[in-house]
């Protein structure tokens, strides 16, 4: 953390090569959308007060993420260049001294490590402005770093603007640079649209820099990966790939156990414990809290789950919006969602599906059931087959089953109804009235045996 650094991230441009309706700052790697990465990354280089975002395009609902995250945003009306979205935010952040690192919403990869390298680099260079560059193989569409005989950096110029000679040049301007605040919002002004493009182009702020007597300089980094800017979904996924592979390996560094961790796909912001073991195509996404010595098992689906420590998820299973205790056990093939609530040591087994319905200490409901919209307490057990039937239609109705009661397999609870404490309900009894404490509920037909019943057309033997 930089105490006298603030964070402008530009994401004011609609990104037309998306190919979509939404703009491209909210679309997601890592299960995060991309303005809410760069956000994160400038939260560990600067403190909450001094991070920005310029939004434009669709600027309600990229608004609505720059808010959540609580920094503020930044209205550019008209999306008329970099250097256009810098002066939009003149207002709010030319009071703040120190320096201003301008970096895009679009580049996921950028470390915050790397950011806090470049305000270091910008300090003790005692430079008016420093720029991260990087040498790449196909400099096309690229601002590209024009430097002189001796090395040092001259301008940088838009490929649009580019002299043939200049377009040969392969160390290209990262789009992310770090001024000194107060040199910036001095010189700001000089900016002008002379260029192809009509745009206010940041860039130019370097030889305008220069020519103010100050020094520019260049940090080249030589992992470009960090540098990818998202434009079109093959790139995107690719940014998704490279987040989630470094989650994977922070986790493991952690003590997670991930089986064929290139199987595995995680969100940046799951957290597990140690001692967990996550197995292979496990997908646990959203804002999952897994504990300790849990096991995940192999292709289940994971969302917004709580864990508590030693719960287990067996194979191909769903979980979520909800939350197991410790010790709970779902699945193999177990669907648990909105908020369905396992007690410790509750089971759930094959073909079970939980809604909205928590289940107490020790509960069990090994095979075959649909528990919706129900309140069941501990030391309960649900019969393979038991259903609650929660819609009438119009609307959902709540299964209370009090501790200890026992239901026989193939039962119906028709809802709304309440199975008071240590009650028995016989196997395929349809239920729709309440059972007092302790009693056997018996709601089938009688059976009927008719003795020496045959056949019509048999044969007497
Ligand atoms: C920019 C750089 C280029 C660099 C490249 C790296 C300039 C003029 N060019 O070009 O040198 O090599 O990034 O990827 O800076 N934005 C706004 N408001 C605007 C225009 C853009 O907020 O009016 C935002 C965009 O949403 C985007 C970022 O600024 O996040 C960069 O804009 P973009 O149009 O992608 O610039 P490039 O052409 O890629
Ligand atoms: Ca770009």
Same mark, same amino acid.
């Given at each position: 953390?930089?105490?006298?650094?603030? +964070?402008?991230?530009?994401?004011?441009?609609?990104?037309?090569?998306?190919?979509?309706?939404?703009?491209?700052?909210? &679309?997601?790697?890592? !299960?995060?959308?991309?303005?809410?990465?760069?956000?994160?990354?400038?939260?560990?280089?600067?403190?909450?007060?001094?991070?920005?975002?310029?939004?434009?395009?669709?600027?309600?609902?990229?608004?609505?993420?720059?808010?959540?995250?609580?920094?503020?945003?930044? &209205?550019?009306?008209?999306?008329?260049?970099?250097?256009?979205?810098?002066?939009?935010?003149?207002?709010?952040?030319?009071?703040?001294?120190?320096?201003?690192?301008?970096? /895009?919403?679009?580049?996921?990869?950028?470390?915050?490590?790397?950011?806090?390298?470049?305000?270091?680099?910008?300090?003790?260079?005692?430079?008016?402005?420093?720029?991260?560059?990087?040498?790449?193989?196909?400099?096309?569409?690229?601002?590209?770093? /024009?430097?002189?005989? !001796?090395?040092?950096?001259?301008?940088?110029?838009?490929?649009?603007?580019?002299?043939?000679?200049?377009?040969?040049?392969?160390?290209?301007?990262?789009?992310?640079?770090?001024?000194?605040?107060?040199?910036?919002?001095?010189?700001?002004?000089?900016? *002008?649209?002379?260029?192809?493009?009509?745009?206010?182009?940041?860039?130019?702020?370097?030889?305008?820099?220069?020519?103010?007597?100050?020094?520019?300089?260049?940090?080249?980094?030589?992992?470009?990966?960090?540098?990818?800017?998202?434009?079109? *979904?093959?790139?995107?996924?690719?940014?998704?790939?490279?987040?989630?592979?470094?989650?994977?390996?922070?986790?493991?560094?952690?003590?997670?156990?991930?089986?064929?961790?290139?199987?595995?796909?995680?969100?940046?912001?799951?957290?597990?414990?140690?001692? %967990?073991?996550?197995?292979?195509?496990?997908?646990?996404?959203?804002?999952?809290?897994? !504990?300790?010595?849990?096991?995940?098992?192999?292709?289940?689906?994971?969302?917004?789950?709580?864990?508590?420590?030693?719960?287990? +998820?067996?194979?191909?299973?769903? /979980?979520?919006?909800?939350?197991?205790?410790?010790?709970?056990?779902?699945?193999?093939?177990?669907?648990?969602?909105?908020?369905?609530?396992? $007690?410790?040591?509750? &089971?759930?087994?094959?073909? +079970?599906?939980?809604?909205?319905?928590?289940? !107490?200490?020790?509960?069990?409901?090994?095979?075959?059931?649909?528990?919706?919209?129900?309140?069941?307490?501990?030391?309960?057990?649900?019969?393979?087959?038991?259903?609650?039937?929660?819609?009438?239609?119009? *609307?959902?109705? *709540?299964?209370?089953?009090?501790? $200890?009661?026992?239901?026989?397999?193939?039962? %119906?609870?028709?809802?709304?109804?309440?199975?008071?404490?240590?009650?028995?309900?016989?196997?395929?009894?349809?239920?729709?009235?309440?059972?007092?404490?302790?009693?056997?509920?018996?709601?089938?037909?009688?059976?009927?045996?008719?003795?020496?019943?045959?056949?019509?057309?048999?044969?007497?033997?």
């Amino acid at each position: 953390m930089i105490d006298d650094a603030a +964070v402008l991230i530009l994401a004011g441009g609609q990104g037309t090569r998306m190919k979509s309706r939404r703009a491209k700052v909210l &679309h997601s790697a890592g !299960g995060k959308p991309l303005v809410r990465q760069a956000i994160d990354t400038a939260l560990q280089v600067a403190p909450k007060d001094r991070v920005f975002v310029v939004v434009g395009y669709q600027a309600d609902q990229v608004r609505a993420e720059v808010e959540a995250a609580g920094v503020q945003a930044i &209205h550019q009306t008209e999306q008329l260049g970099t250097g256009h979205a810098v002066m939009c935010g003149a207002d709010k952040l030319s009071r703040l001294n120190g320096r201003l690192i301008v970096t /895009v919403g679009d580049c996921p990869l950028i470390r915050a490590s790397t950011l806090q390298q470049l305000a270091e680099t910008q300090k003790s260079t005692h430079a008016g402005a420093t720029v991260i560059t990087t040498i790449v193989e196909d400099a096309a569409g690229y601002g590209r770093i /024009v430097r002189d005989g !001796g090395g040092n950096v001259l301008e940088i110029v838009e490929h649009k603007a580019a002299r043939p000679d200049q377009l040969e040049i392969r160390e290209i301007n990262s789009g992310i640079l770090c001024f000194d605040a107060e040199l910036l919002w001095k010189h700001i002004h000089q900016l *002008r649209p002379d260029n192809p493009a009509h745009e206010y182009y940041l860039t130019d702020m370097v030889a305008i820099l220069l020519a103010a007597g100050s020094k520019v300089t260049a940090m080249r980094i030589p992992d470009q990966n960090e540098l990818l800017g998202i434009n079109n *979904r093959i790139e995107l996924a690719e940014a998704d790939r490279i987040l989630r592979a470094r989650k994977v390996r922070e986790l493991m560094i952690e003590g997670v156990t991930i089986e064929k961790p290139e199987t595995v796909s995680i969100d940046l912001d799951v957290q597990i414990g140690t001692d %967990t073991i996550v197995g292979p195509f496990a997908q646990i996404t959203g804002r999952s809290v897994i !504990g300790q010595d849990c096991r995940i098992g192999a292709s289940s689906l994971l969302h917004n789950a709580t864990l508590g420590d030693g719960a287990v +998820v067996f194979p191909f299973s769903m /979980v979520s919006d909800s939350k197991l205790e410790e010790r709970a056990e779902v699945g193999p093939f177990a669907r648990l969602r909105m908020n369905a609530q396992l $007690g410790a040591g509750a &089971h759930v087994g094959n073909f +079970v599906e939980l809604k909205n319905t928590t289940m !107490g200490a020790g509960t069990k409901s090994m095979h075959l059931a649909y528990l919706g919209d129900s309140t069941i307490g501990s030391k309960v057990n649900v019969g393979a087959g038991t259903i609650t039937c929660n819609y009438d239609g119009h *609307r959902k109705h *709540r299964t209370t089953i009090q501790n $200890g009661v026992f239901v026989g397999s193939n039962s %119906t609870l028709i809802a709304p109804v309440e199975i008071g404490e240590a009650a028995y309900i016989a196997a395929g009894s349809v239920i729709n009235q309440k059972v007092p404490p302790s009693n056997l509920a018996l709601a089938r037909s009688r059976q009927v045996n008719k003795e020496g019943w045959k056949r019509k057309g048999e044969a007497e033997s």
